[in-house]
C-alpha cells in the first residue's frame, strides 16, 4: 500500500510519518519510507540549486523546469518504490506528485493552470509510470502558519523560495485543497477548526492512524477478493 503524506512547508510530514511507522512496526507490519526530495541524487542537487535560489527568484524560472527536476527525483526512485510495494510492504512517502502539482502549478497562470496540471501528472504517471497512491493524508495549515514553523525549523530565519514566499504558499495550499478532493484523499487539520488552535503532534496522529486503519482494513479487503479470484465477484 501507498500512502503518501502532503502538506506545504511546516504541516509537520515527516514527524507524522516517523510516528506511523514506528505503530505499523509495533504491529509487525513491514513498512519503508521515503522523503522527498531525496538531495543526494543528481535531480536532487538540482532540486536543492533551485530551491536556494541558484536559477533565479520564483518568478525567473519557468514552472516546467523545476517541475521536470522534481519530477526527475522521483523517477530515480521508482524501482525502489516500486521494490519495496512488490515486496508487501506499506510504503511511506514525504511529498509525491501531489507535492509538484501544488508547488509548481502555483507559479502557473490560472488560464494555463489546468493544461500544465494535466501536462505534469501525465510526465509523472503517463511518461514515467509512478505509480498511483492508495492513500493521501493531507496535513492542512493555513500559510501564515506553515511560513512561521518553517522559518523556526531552519533556526537561523533563512527559508528556501518556497518556504519563504507567502503569496506561493498561499497559492499551493488552494491548489492542495482542491486536489483533496479525490477519492483517495483524507484531509487532517494541523489547526483545530473550532478553536483555532494547534493540534498536538499527539491528536495529528491520532487521526493519522484512524485514517489509515480504515484504508488498510478496504485495501486488504480488496486483495482478498482479488486472490480468491473471479468466482468470489
Given at each position: 500500500?501507498?500512502?503518501?503524506?502532503?502538506?506545504i512547508?511546516?504541516?509537520?510530514?515527516?514527524?507524522?510519518?516517523?510516528?506511523?511507522?514506528?505503530?505499523?512496526?509495533?504491529?509487525?507490519?513491514?513498512?519503508?519510507?521515503?522523503?522527498?526530495?531525496?538531495?543526494?541524487?543528481?535531480?536532487?542537487?538540482?532540486?536543492?540549486?533551485?530551491?536556494?535560489?541558484?536559477?533565479?527568484?520564483?518568478?525567473?524560472?519557468?514552472?516546467?523546469?523545476?517541475?521536470?527536476?522534481?519530477?526527475?527525483?522521483?523517477?530515480?526512485?521508482?524501482?525502489?518504490?516500486?521494490?519495496?510495494?512488490?515486496?508487501?510492504?506499506?510504503?511511506?512517502?514525504?511529498?509525491?506528485?501531489?507535492s509538484?502539482?501544488a508547488?509548481?502549478?502555483?507559479?502557473?497562470?490560472?488560464?494555463?493552470?489546468?493544461?500544465?496540471?494535466?501536462?505534469?501528472?501525465?510526465?509523472?504517471?503517463?511518461?514515467?509510470?509512478?505509480?498511483?497512491?492508495?492513500?493521501v493524508?493531507?496535513?492542512?495549515?493555513?500559510?501564515?502558519e506553515?511560513?512561521?514553523?518553517?522559518?523556526?525549523?531552519?533556526?537561523?530565519?533563512?527559508?528556501?523560495?518556497?518556504?519563504?514566499?507567502?503569496?506561493?504558499?498561499?497559492?499551493?495550499?488552494?491548489?492542495?485543497?482542491?486536489?483533496?478532493?479525490?477519492?483517495?484523499?483524507?484531509?487532517?487539520?494541523?489547526?483545530?477548526?473550532?478553536?483555532?488552535?494547534?493540534?498536538?503532534?499527539?491528536?495529528?496522529?491520532?487521526?493519522?492512524?484512524?485514517?489509515t486503519?480504515?484504508?488498510?482494513?478496504?485495501?486488504r479487503?480488496?486483495?482478498?477478493?482479488?486472490?480468491?479470484?473471479?468466482?468470489?465477484?
Open positions: 500500500m501507498l500512502i503518501v503524506f502532503e502538506g512547508d511546516g504541516a509537520g510530514k515527516n514527524t507524522q510519518i516517523t510516528r506511523l511507522a514506528a505503530a505499523l512496526a509495533a504491529r509487525n507490519l513491514p513498512c519503508e519510507s521515503i522523503s522527498f526530495p531525496v538531495y543526494s541524487t543528481f535531480f536532487g542537487r538540482l532540486v536543492e540549486r533551485y530551491l536556494s535560489g541558484e536559477f533565479g527568484p520564483l518568478d525567473h524560472v519557468d514552472p516546467h523546469f523545476s517541475a521536470m527536476l522534481f519530477a526527475g527525483d522521483r523517477l530515480k526512485q521508482r524501482e525502489r518504490i516500486l521494490g519495496a510495494l512488490n515486496a508487501g510492504k506499506t510504503l511511506l512517502l514525504d511529498r509525491y506528485v501531489a509538484n502539482l508547488h509548481q502549478g502555483a507559479r502557473v497562470a490560472r488560464e494555463r493552470r489546468e493544461a500544465f496540471l494535466d501536462w505534469l501528472r501525465k510526465l509523472e504517471y503517463g511518461a514515467y509510470e509512478l505509480p498511483a497512491e492508495d492513500l493524508l493531507y496535513l492542512r495549515i493555513e500559510p501564515d506553515a511560513q512561521h514553523r518553517a522559518r523556526e525549523r531552519t533556526g537561523n530565519g533563512h527559508a528556501d523560495l518556497h518556504e519563504s514566499n507567502l503569496q506561493h504558499l498561499a497559492a499551493a495550499a488552494a491548489i492542495y485543497d482542491q486536489l483533496a478532493r479525490g477519492e483517495n484523499w483524507i484531509t487532517i487539520d494541523c489547526i483545530e477548526p473550532a478553536t483555532g488552535k494547534p493540534r498536538s503532534a499527539d491528536e495529528i496522529h491520532a487521526l493519522v492512524l484512524a485514517a486503519d480504515v484504508r488498510l482494513a478496504r485495501f479487503a480488496m486483495q482478498a477478493l482479488e486472490a480468491a479470484g473471479p468466482e468470489t465477484h
